[in-house]
């Protein structure tokens, strides 16, 4: 499975961008999808994630309320909706997506994501 985020850049405070996670490959073993971020200087945490169907969501305490996770399996695709964005969100951002079986876990490259006060 290959992972391509696009979506991030540069955006003042209370803007929104949206992100996209585009999957190909083998793309039915895929379960659970979620965007990561990683700050300068900090750990890698999870942000949102989305069950195989969509019908499940998990968000950060910081980002719910701000943020939708959702997913169009029919494009092998996830998006993150983000609205009333932080500076304290300037982070890279990434895709991943969980397979069925334990041992496939997929990362993306990563996108930048800058928000300005």
């Known amino acids: 499975v290959q992972l391509v985020e696009s979506g991030g850049g540069l955006v003042q405070a209370g803007g929104s961008l949206r992100l996209s996670c585009a999957a190909s490959?083998?793309?039915?073993?895929?379960?659970?999808m979620g965007w990561y971020r990683r700050a300068p200087g900090k750990q890698r945490e999870l942000v949102a994630a989305?069950?195989?169907?969509?019908?499940?969501?998990n968000y950060a305490d910081s980002v719910k309320g701000r943020f939708t996770i959702s997913r169009d399996n029919a494009k092998s695709t996830m998006y993150l909706q983000m609205n009333s964005l932080r500076p304290e969100d300037t982070a890279v951002y990434y895709c991943n997506a969980r397979g069925y079986n334990p041992n496939d876990n997929y990362w993306g490259q990563g996108t930048q994501v800058t928000v300005s006060s």
């Open positions: 490959g083998s793309t039915f073993s895929i379960n659970v």
């Open positions: 989305i069950t195989s169907g969509g019908g499940g969501t």
